[in-house]
Every structure is written in C-alpha cells, then in structure tokens.
C-alpha cells in the first residue's frame, strides 16, 4: 500500500513533461497506521473467512471457522520505525501487544518510550515477532530481505492468511 512517498511514480517521465513532483512525509501516517491495524485485527481474527462465511448466508449447518488469535499479550515486530511504524506501534499498544523494532537507526530515548518499542536487530525480529509489520520504502533493498528463504525464518509462527476466496466447507 502506497504511503506519503513517491516510489510508485516515474520521476524521469516527470520531469521529463515539466511535472514537478514532492513528497509529504508525514500526510498520511495516521491513516495508513489506522489501516495497518485493521488489516493486522483482521488477519488475527480470521476475519475474511466469517465474513465471506456470512455473506454466502452459511452459517448454520456448516463447520464454524477456525478461531482467530487474541492480539493481547502478541508481540509486533514494526521493520521501518518511521512516521507510520511509530504510529501503529503506539495503536498496537490499545490492544495490549509488546512492541519491538529494527530500523536504519535506532530511536531515541524519548521516542522509544513514547511508543513502548524496544530495539533490536533484524534476527531477533524475525525469531520473536507474532506479527511482523513492513513499513518500508519500495525498492530493491526490502524487496531482496523477504525472498522465501527470509519468511522461512519465522521459526515459531505460521503465516495467517489475510484473505480468503470461498467460505468454510464451500465446493
């Protein structure tokens, strides 16, 4: 999901035709956060799999769907702990999650406590995170870090689907 940056833009065709072009970093934190949360909530709860289950009206007779996971006592790991990483973790926080991050630079004290996130390195991210948010500009640097052989790191978790095409016990 594209944020406040430019990277889905052709800054050559831009200029190229006379369109300048800016960024506004800090524009669309909160929404985006906002938006990161739902989408993580909805993700714990199996939320996709209920509601395609209620709106194909299919819910009695058929098998209830799996249960979804409690974000309380979750850890959140947030890679990119910028405008938008810092205000999902401080959300994060209303649904009693422990925060944890890895970014270029580490936070400063304040800022650090002020969102309750603790620093660490790009391992222990991957090894303790329930939850892992990428926060991250689009370009080759992240896109090389999550080949396959990266996820397959998340040695404790398996990945919880974001969305499904059919409801429980559909042919």
Same mark, same amino acid.
């Given at each position: 999901m594209p944020?406040?940056?430019?990277?889905?833009?052709?800054?050559?065709?831009?200029?190229?035709? +006379? &369109?300048?072009?800016?960024?506004?970093p800090? !524009?669309v934190?909160d929404a985006?956060a906002? $938006?990161?949360?739902w989408?993580m909530?909805?993700?714990?709860?199996n939320l996709p799999?209920?509601?395609?289950?209620?709106?194909?009206?299919q819910?009695?007779?058929n098998?209830?769907?799996a249960?979804g996971?409690?974000?309380?006592?979750k850890t959140l790991g947030?890679l990119?702990m910028g +405008? &938008?990483?810092?205000?999902m973790?401080?959300? !994060?926080?209303a649904?009693?999650?422990?925060i $944890?991050?890895?970014?270029?630079?580490?936070l400063?004290?304040?800022?650090e406590?002020?969102?309750?996130?603790?620093?660490?390195?790009f391992?222990?991210l991957l090894?303790?995170?329930?939850v892992?948010s990428l926060?991250?500009p689009l370009?080759?640097?992240?896109a090389?870090?999550?080949?396959?052989s990266v996820?397959?790191?998340?040695?404790n978790h398996r990945?919880i689907?974001?969305t499904?095409s059919?409801?429980?016990?559909s042919?």
């Amino acid at each position: 999901m594209p944020g406040a940056g430019y990277d889905q833009v052709d800054i050559p065709a831009c200029t190229a035709c +006379g &369109i300048r072009v800016s960024n506004t970093p800090t !524009a669309v934190d909160d929404a985006t956060a906002d $938006i990161n949360i739902w989408l993580m909530i909805g993700a714990l709860r199996n939320l996709p799999i209920g509601m395609t289950a209620l709106r194909a009206h299919q819910w009695r007779g058929n098998q209830l769907p799996a249960l979804g996971h409690d974000p309380q006592g979750k850890t959140l790991g947030v890679l990119g702990m910028g +405008g &938008i990483g810092r205000n999902m973790a401080k959300k !994060a926080l209303a649904f009693g999650m422990n925060i $944890i991050y890895c970014n270029r630079n580490r936070l400063s004290a304040e800022e650090e406590a002020s969102c309750e996130a603790t620093y660490v390195d790009f391992e222990t991210l991957l090894k303790t995170s329930d939850v892992l948010s990428l926060n991250l500009p689009l370009n080759v640097g992240p896109a090389v870090w999550f080949e396959a052989s990266v996820f397959r790191r998340l040695t404790n978790h398996r990945p919880i689907p974001a969305t499904s095409s059919r409801p429980p016990n559909s042919r």
